[in-house]
């Protein structure tokens, strides 16, 4: 590998993996991308699924959505951290880390999951950036038209991956601060005071809010590489995503209850009126709304980082440019409400591989001598207790919302005579499991 990046301000990613990355991004850079990544527009809509995550007429209190969503985004954001930390101490993106841990042919299999997620994200980001505008200026602009101009600025932001980060912290970040104070102060004073509610709900909505933010798990390392320090990755992580995400889930708390639970139920971005609504509405939304492409931009760039993996010798810019045009070709037929499926799916995958990732390579030193090359030998041993978190993320999880998949869940619970209990974390068991199996693997391949 060759570093030929010079002057740190305006340094860029490499256009292969053959080129080391420039390790430019201090801890504020990161804290600073990734507080922009805590607060999406996506978050307002669905903390429905955090005040009512089992769909039943027992939603939350706010207090107890509240402590979710805190509870939830740090256990979610420290496994967020624990994923970028070998990013930054190796400069390999996420994808070409799993050859270390899983081999390069067997790497394939995560890659592809998480090229499939990244456009499924990267769609619904679009998707909600263009009702978010409609919400903004009427219906004059088709909804077509604002999902393309959100795709082509997503696709200008990828072709300069570290140039948008530095944008973002420069001038984004203020503007995003004083919007989402101005809707809290707001909403405050004009949410009505809660009447029912109740705790039992409590450990399914940790498990949504750990699902929202460890989505990012298989992505940062793909910006933790550029850091100038694993402290930096981790803080910036922990930090920045932590106070955004509970920031934006609670002023879309208030906001849900604005709007009203069974609109939003019906239609999730009913959730934005009371936004647009409040004085100096469309100017802080607005602000929101474009920044919003700070999500789809990280999620087509690890797109092509992913794809990468598959063919390093690629330029990045032109897998940019493929993703970005497929992605806004998603988001002009999205089922927006296939998401909860979807999170269930994601969390289901990439909690029990991070159980595995962070077991191996901090616990069991193997991250030491890694082999992140492009001929690693496969190593199935760490596909059995990725497997195994697997199913106790279904064992534990709430009834998914695809029929045929929860019964099957429900056959496996009654063979084995398990009764999942109220404060059981599917995320939190899926990654014990999966952690303390690697590690059990570990001491048996010591002792021979
Ligand atoms: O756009 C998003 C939002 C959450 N998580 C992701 O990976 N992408």
Redesign the pocket.
């Known amino acids: 590998m060759t570093s030929d990046v010079i002057d740190a301000k305006h340094a860029e990613a490499p256009l292969t993996l053959d080129q080391a990355p420039p390790k430019t991004l201090g801890a504020l850079d990161q804290g600073a991308f990734w507080a922009n990544?805590g607060v999406?527009l996506?978050g307002f809509s669905f903390a429905l699924f955090l005040i009512n995550p089992l769909n039943d007429d027992n939603p939350l209190t706010f207090t107890a959505a509240l402590v979710a969503s805190l509870v939830g985004s740090l256990i979610g954001t420290a496994m967020v951290g624990l994923a970028a930390v070998p990013g930054a101490q190796t400069g390999q993106p996420a994808m070409v880390l799993l050859r270390g841990l899983f081999g390069a042919r067997l790497s394939a299999v995560p890659t592809v999951l998480n090229i499939i997620?990244?456009i499924g994200?990267?769609a619904?980001?679009l998707w909600v950036v263009a009702m978010g505008a409609q919400a903004i200026f009427g219906t004059s602009v088709p909804y077509a038209a604002w999902a393309i101009a959100a795709g082509v600025l997503t696709t200008a932001l990828t072709i300069y991956p570290l140039g948008a980060i530095r944008l973002l912290r420069r001038f984004v970040t203020v503007g995003v601060v004083i919007s989402i104070i101005w809707f809290a102060v707001v909403f405050l004073r004009d949410t009505p005071a809660q009447t029912g509610g109740s705790w039992d709900a409590f450990a399914p909505a940790v498990d949504f809010v750990i699902a929202?933010s460890v989505?990012?798990v298989p992505?940062a390392a793909d910006y933790a590489r550029y850091s100038r320090s694993s402290r930096a990755a981790f803080g910036g992580v922990v930090g920045g995503y932590t106070i955004a995400q509970v920031a934006c889930l609670a002023v879309g708390v208030y906001a849900v209850a604005l709007a009203g639970h069974g609109a939003v139920s019906d239609q999730p971005t009913a959730v934005f009126a009371p936004f647009v609504a409040a004085p100096l509405g469309a100017l802080f939304f607005g602000i929101l709304v474009l920044r919003e492409t700070d999500?789809?931009f990280?999620?087509v760039y690890s797109t092509a980082m992913s794809l990468q993996n598959l063919m390093p010798r690629v330029d990045r810019r032109i897998f940019s440019v493929a993703i970005g045009v497929l992605t806004t070709g998603v988001a002009l037929v999205v089922d927006v409400n296939s998401y909860g499926a979807f999170l269930g799916i994601?969390g289901a995958v990439f909690v029990p591989m991070l159980g595995v990732l962070a077991v191996d390579y901090f616990l069991l030193g193997h991250g030491r001598d890694w082999d992140t090359s492009e001929n690693a030998p496969s190593r199935w041993l760490m596909v059995i207790p990725w497997v195994l978190g697997f199913a106790t993320w279904w064992l534990l999880a709430a009834p998914s919302a695809v029929p045929w998949w929860a019964a099957i869940w429900n056959g496996v619970r009654q063979a084995v005579g398990f009764t999942p209990q109220p404060w059981m974390s599917a995320a939190v068991g899926a990654f014990l499991v999966a952690g303390l199996v690697t590690l059990g693997l570990g001491a048996l391949r010591r002792r021979r």
């Open positions: 990544l999406s996506l997620q990244m994200w990267g619904f980001e929202l989505s990012w992505v999500q789809s990280a999620n994601i």
